[in-house]
Every structure is written in structure tokens, then in C-alpha cells.
């Protein structure tokens, strides 16, 4: 391992990552990141014209990077991406896992339809493109898969359908691989956001009031960025992190650690 007092405190110069659902939000800002800190990034996503904005960004890094239209639900596709990738660029020895949808509905209406179309992005993808990514990382004995889950795997997330389910699965979906493939050189961990502006979440934004009453239960009073949580996937992508495995990282300013604050607690 290099100098812990290296410039380049990242160090993932040489290194070939592949982001999912990198056509835009927390996929886009981290894509962006890992590329600016040296490494060789592969974007796959089903949004083509996410892709190509992506894609201008990650010309301002270089030229070693690529875009490939990929629907992560497929096994099929998924391999057809892993091959194209590994051709370009060499085997991927970083995965980031940020594909997801949200579609929102009662527990009581919701159609199967709706349930299985979550679980297929947001959980389904998310294991086969570990499975597919993960035999590269296998071949080096080396690797690092960061999932992007939620809050809202851990604190059920009313009317949202199948999304809170889907992102508990996840979280534990990581913590199985950190068990079955550690011995193999590969560590699996989940960055978990809190309340942060990305494409998906921007309609809830957009409504009048709703910024500045999110804003009021955060501690750290302000709502987060995709960076945010582009900085800590970085960290766990990268050999700072080299001896974290299976855990979770909450990137939320606070905001989970707030229950008893909204206690009324007289006299106090």
C-alpha cells in the first residue's frame, strides 16, 4: 500500500470502475469523481440520454472512459456490458451499484407489477451486476463493491411501494457478499443516503415548502448533493478503506439520529 501521506490520497490512478445507473444523480456525480481521481470509469445505464451527459463530463477527465447502454435487470445485457468493459478497459476491480427507481404506492393497492418492477432495479440489478463484475474482480483477487441503498432500507418509508423493501435488501445483499467473497480479495459495502436532491427525488423539491420543512429536521440544516455521497463511495472504492467490509455508511447530516428530538419531553 502506498504513503499514507501521498498526495494522492485516493490512489485509484490505474483502476477500472464501472458505476450503474451512472447517467445521472449520485451514478453521475460519483462516475465523475472516481474519473477525476485517476481512475478508468465505465458508465452503464438504460437512460441513453443521461449517458451522454455523462458522458461530456467525463471528456473534461480524459479519454479513458467509456458509456454503454446496458438495462441492469438483464442478465443478458449485463454480461453483454462486462465484456464490452473489460475489451476497452481491462477487468473491473471497482463496482458501484446506484441504479434505482422509486414508484410510489400502499402496501394495499400496490400490483405485483409495481412490487416486482422495484425489486428488479433496485435489488435484482444490483445482484447481478456484483455476480457479473464480481467473476473479474475474482480472476485478481482484488476488488471493492460499494451499493448505494437508503435510509429508508432501515426506517420503512411509508407509500412508497416496494422501495423501502428493496433497499433493505440491499444492505443485506452486501453484507452476504463481504462474507462469501472476502476470502477472495473483494469487500462489499453500502453508502446510504438520507435526504438528497437527485433527479429522482426533484418533483419533492419542486413543491413549495417542502425544501425548507426537509431542511428544518436536519441537523446539519441543509439538504444533501449527490458529491456528498459521491465522497464517501470514493473512500470505500478505494484502499483507504481496505479493511471495511460489510458495513454501511449513512450520509444523512444527522438526520436518522433525530427520533427523540421530536419527543415532547415538558420541562426540558
Same mark, same amino acid.
Given at each position: 500500500m502506498n504513503d499514507r501521506h501521498s498526495s494522492d490520497w485516493l490512489d485509484l490512478s490505474g483502476r477500472i470502475a464501472v458505476v450503474t445507473g451512472g447517467g445521472g444523480g449520485i451514478g453521475r456525480a460519483t462516475a465523475v469523481s472516481l474519473a477525476r481521481a485517476g481512475a478508468k470509469v465505465a458508465v452503464?445505464?438504460?437512460?441513453?440520454?443521461? @449517458?451522454?451527459?455523462?458522458?461530456?463530463?467525463?471528456?473534461?477527465?480524459? #479519454?479513458?472512459? @467509456?458509456?454503454?447502454?446496458?438495462?441492469?435487470?438483464?442478465?443478458?445485457?449485463?454480461?453483454?456490458?462486462?465484456?464490452?468493459?473489460? !475489451?476497452? @478497459?481491462?477487468?473491473c476491480g471497482i463496482l458501484v451499484n446506484t441504479a434505482a427507481v422509486l414508484r410510489p404506492g400502499g402496501l394495499d393497492t400496490l400490483s405485483l407489477a409495481e412490487?416486482?418492477?422495484?425489486?428488479?432495479?433496485? @435489488?435484482?440489478?444490483?445482484?447481478?451486476?456484483?455476480?457479473?463484475?464480481?467473476?473479474?474482480?475474482?480472476?485478481? #483477487?482484488?476488488? !471493492?463493491?460499494?451499493?448505494?441503498?437508503?435510509?429508508?432500507?432501515?426506517?420503512?418509508?411509508?407509500? !412508497?411501494?416496494?422501495?423501502?423493501?428493496?433497499?433493505?435488501?440491499?444492505?443485506?445483499?452486501?453484507?452476504?457478499i463481504a462474507a462469501e467473497w472476502g476470502p477472495h480479495g473483494i469487500r462489499s459495502n453500502v453508502v446510504s443516503p438520507g435526504l438528497v436532491v437527485t433527479p429522482m427525488s426533484q418533483a419533492f423539491y419542486d413543491t413549495p415548502g417542502v425544501t425548507e420543512r426537509r431542511t428544518a429536521v436536519v441537523p446539519m440544516r441543509r439538504i444533501g448533493a449527490p458529491q456528498d455521497m459521491a465522497d464517501a463511495i470514493l473512500f470505500l472504492a478505494s484502499d483507504r478503506s481496505s479493511y471495511v467490509n460489510?458495513?454501511?455508511?449513512?450520509?444523512?447530516?444527522?438526520?436518522v439520529r433525530t427520533l427523540m428530538s421530536h419527543v415532547p419531553r415538558p420541562g426540558f
Open positions: 452503464i445505464d438504460r437512460d441513453e440520454r443521461g @449517458l451522454e451527459g455523462t458522458r461530456e463530463k467525463l471528456r473534461e477527465c480524459g #479519454d479513458n472512459h @467509456l458509456i454503454a447502454g446496458c438495462d441492469t435487470t438483464s442478465a443478458e445485457s449485463v454480461a453483454a456490458a462486462a465484456g464490452k468493459i473489460e !475489451s476497452a @478497459l481491462g477487468p412490487w416486482n418492477a422495484v425489486l428488479a432495479v433496485n @435489488l435484482t440489478g444490483y445482484f447481478i451486476c456484483a455476480q457479473a463484475f464480481g467473476r473479474q474482480m475474482r480472476r485478481g #483477487d482484488r476488488g !471493492s463493491i460499494v451499493h448505494v441503498a437508503s435510509i429508508a432500507g432501515s426506517n420503512a418509508q411509508g407509500q !412508497s411501494g416496494a422501495y423501502s423493501v428493496s433497499k433493505a435488501g440491499v444492505i443485506m445483499l452486501s453484507q452476504q460489510g458495513e454501511e455508511i449513512i450520509v444523512d447530516g444527522g438526520y
